[in-house]
C-alpha cells in the first residue's frame, strides 16, 4: 500500500441512499458526521438528486473532482460494472462493503471482481469489508468513531472484522487511546494481513499495531505475515486477537471472511516467538496492553517494568483478593523490612490492618496525601519494579453526595466546595506520579452506579488519561495487561543480547 491510498483526494459513496437504515446510507452520514470535507464527499446514485444536503451523481464518471477512495454498497451482481467505473475514473483504492463472495463459497465472483481491480490497477479492500479509518482527516466508516486533528494518535489498527475495528476505535478513545490509522479488510481477496502489516512496519506516525486476525487466503501469505511480523515487533509492538480459537470459531471464520486457519498452537507458537504480544481474553484486554504500552513510552519507563509490585489498596479482603489473582499471574510482593515497616508508622500512620505489601489504607483510604507519601516511599524501594495504585474516587464522590443529602453544611454549596478538592486532589496526584521514577499504574475501581456519580467518576479519570497516565478499571485487567507488556519487553531485550 501507498500513503497516498490513506489521503484520497476524493471519496465516492456508490449506492448511498437517503433511506436512514440502509448501508448505503451508514457510511455517507458517517463521514458528514465527522465533518470530512462536504466538496470532496460524493454520493452515487441513478435514483436521487440530493441527500444529505450533497449533490447526488448518477455514476462516478459525472463527477466533476478526482475520486481516490470508493465506497461500494450495491448488490453484488452490480459491483462488477462499479469496479469498471472505478477503473475508468482511475480510482486508486475501492473498500467493497457488499458481501456474497467467498464467505459463502463464492470464490469465482470474487475472483472476478478482483481480476477487473487488477488490470485497471485499482486496489481493493474485501469485499464484506468496512474500509479506511483515518480520525486525523474526518476519513470514518461509523458515527461513533471521534474525528478530528485532537483525536490524531499513534496507534493503528488491522482488522479481518470491520464490527471489531470500530468497536477497538470507540472503547480505545474512551479509555485514553488515539489512533492513526485503521483498515478492515474482510475477505482480503487483493490487499490482506501481510501487505497491511508491512505498510505499517514502515510508518513512521504508527507506534503501535493492533490486529484482529482470522487467517490468509493464502499459505504463501501467512509465510509474508510471518517474516514481516519478525522484522516489525523489533521496532514496534504488535498486539494480536486471534479469532477461530474453537472448532465453532473456526467454522464460523469460514462463513465470515472465507479464510484459512491452521493449528491455533501452532500460529500462536510461531506468532510468539516472532514478538507478537497474543492476547487471548479479547478486544478490551488487547486495549488496556496498548494503553499501558502508549503511555509508557511516551514516559519513556517501558523498558522498567518488571514482575514485582508495591501495590496500595483499600480492604483487607480486597488485599487478599488482589494477592492471590496477581501471585498466579507470576508477580511478586516484596516485603517491606522492619525498618520500613517502622517508616511506614511514623511517616504514614497506622493507615490500616496491613503495613505490609500491598498496603490496605482501609479506613484512610480516603487521604490521597497518604498514598502520595507511600508512592514516594515504593520509588525508593530497588526491588519494586511497578506501582499500582487503586484510587478512591467513588468513594470522594459518594462521600461529597452523602454530605449533601445531610445537609451537614449549610453555609456553603458543599457539592462545589467538594468537586473543587478533588480536583484538587487529582491535580496533585498527577503532579507528585509525574515525579517517580517508576511506572505507576492507577486502578479505578466501579463501586457506585449512581449517574452523578458515574459521570463525574468518568470526568476525574479523564483527567489521568489526559495526563497519559494509565488507569484501568479492575485488578485483574492491570494485571493481566502487565504481564503482557513484561513478556514483549523480555522478547525485545533477549533479542537484543543475540544481535
Known amino acids: 500500500m501507498e500513503d497516498s491510498l490513506f489521503n484520497p483526494r476524493g471519496v465516492a459513496v456508490v449506492g448511498a441512499s437517503p433511506h436512514f437504515v440502509s448501508g448505503g446510507t451508514f457510511f455517507l452520514r458517517a463521514l458528514l458526521a465527522a465533518e470530512f470535507p462536504k466538496e470532496r464527499l460524493f454520493p452515487i446514485n441513478p435514483k436521487h438528486k440530493e441527500m444529505y444536503g450533497l449533490k447526488v451523481y448518477p455514476n462516478l464518471q459525472s463527477v466533476p473532482h478526482p ?8 448488490p453484488k451482481n452490480a459491483t462488477f460494472d462499479v469496479m469498471k467505473d472505478c477503473v475508468e475514473k482511475k480510482v486508486k483504492l475501492v473498500s467493497c462493503f457488499t458481501s456474497g463472495f467467498s464467505e459463502i463459497g463464492n470464490k469465482e465472483d470474487e475472483k472476478r471482481l478482483v481480476s477487473i481491480a487488477k488490470k485497471g490497477g485499482v486496489r481493493l479492500l474485501g469485499p464484506n469489508c468496512m474500509g479506511l479509518c483515518v480520525p486525523k482527516l474526518r476519513l470514518v466508516f461509523d458515527t461513533g468513531i471521534e474525528a478530528g486533528e485532537e483525536w490524531a494518535g499513534n496507534i493503528s489498527i488491522i482488522s479481518q472484522s470491520g464490527g471489531n475495528a470500530d468497536v477497538m476505535i470507540i472503547i480505545g478513545n474512551g479509555i485514553g487511546l488515539k489512533f492513526n490509522k485503521a483498515v478492515s479488510y474482510g475477505n482480503g481477496s487483493d490487499i490482506n494481513a501481510d501487505e497491511l502489516l508491512k505498510y505499517f512496519k514502515n ?16 499459505i504463501e501469505q501467512g509465510r509474508n505475515y510471518l517474516k514481516t511480523l519478525r522484522e516489525t515487533t523489533l521496532k514496534k509492538p504488535v498486539l494480536i486477537f486471534q479469532g477461530g480459537t474453537t472448532a465453532i470459531g473456526k467454522r464460523s471464520i469460514f462463513s465470515h471472511t472465507g479464510s484459512i486457519s491452521g493449528d491455533n498452537r501452532v500460529i500462536e507458537g510461531a506468532f510468539k516467538q516472532a514478538g507478537a504480544i497474543m492476547v487471548k481474553q ?3 484486554h488487547v486495549l488496556y496492553t496498548a494503553l499501558l504500552i502508549s503511555c509508557f513510552q511516551k514516559s519513556n519507563k517501558l523498558f522498567k517494568v518488571g514482575p514485582n509490585l508495591g501495590t496500595i489498596l483499600g480492604g483487607g479482603g480486597n488485599n487478599v483478593y488482589v494477592a492471590d489473582i496477581c501471585s498466579k499471574m507470576g508477580f511478586n510482593f516484596p516485603a517491606f523490612d522492619e525498618d520500613m515497616k517502622e517508616w511506614l508508622k511514623k511517616n504514614v500512620g497506622e493507615v490500616g490492618t496491613v503495613l505490609g505489601n500491598p498496603i490496605d ?23 519494586i519494579d511497578v506501582i499500582t495504585y487503586e484510587t478512591d474516587f467513588d468513594w470522594w464522590l459518594v462521600s461529597a453526595k452523602i454530605r449533601q443529602k445531610l445537609d ?8 462545589v466546595l467538594m468537586e473543587s478538592i478533588m480536583d484538587t486532589n487529582v491535580k496533585t496526584l498527577i503532579r507528585n506520579i509525574r515525579k517517580l521514577q517508576k511506572p505507576v499504574i492507577l486502578v479505578s475501581s466501579q463501586t457506585f452506579y449512581d449517574a452523578d456519580i458515574v459521570s463525574k467518576r468518568n470526568e476525574l479519570e479523564d483527567t489521568f488519561r489526559k495526563a497519559d497516565i494509565p488507569i484501568i478499571n479492575d485488578m485483574a485487567t492491570m494485571a493481566t495487561a502487565l504481564k503482557y507488556l513484561i513478556e514483549y519487553k523480555e522478547y525485545i531485550l533477549n533479542v537484543k543480547k543475540t544481535l
Request: aromatic share 12%; proline share 2%; charged share 30%.
Open 203 to 218: 510508518d513512521p506516525e504508527t507506534h503501535i499495531i493492533l490486529q484482529y486476525l482470522e487467517g490468509f487466503k493464502t
Open 67 to 74: 475520486v481516490d477512495y470508493v465506497i461500494v454498497i450495491v
Open 408 to 415: 451537614l453544611y449549610k453555609e456553603f454549596d458543599f457539592k
Open 282 to 284: 479479547g478486544i478490551r
Open 361 to 383: 489504607m482501609n479506613a484512610g483510604m480516603s487521604g490521597y496525601k497518604t498514598a502520595i507519601k507511600i508512592m514516594k516511599l515504593m520509588d525508593k524501594i530497588d526491588q
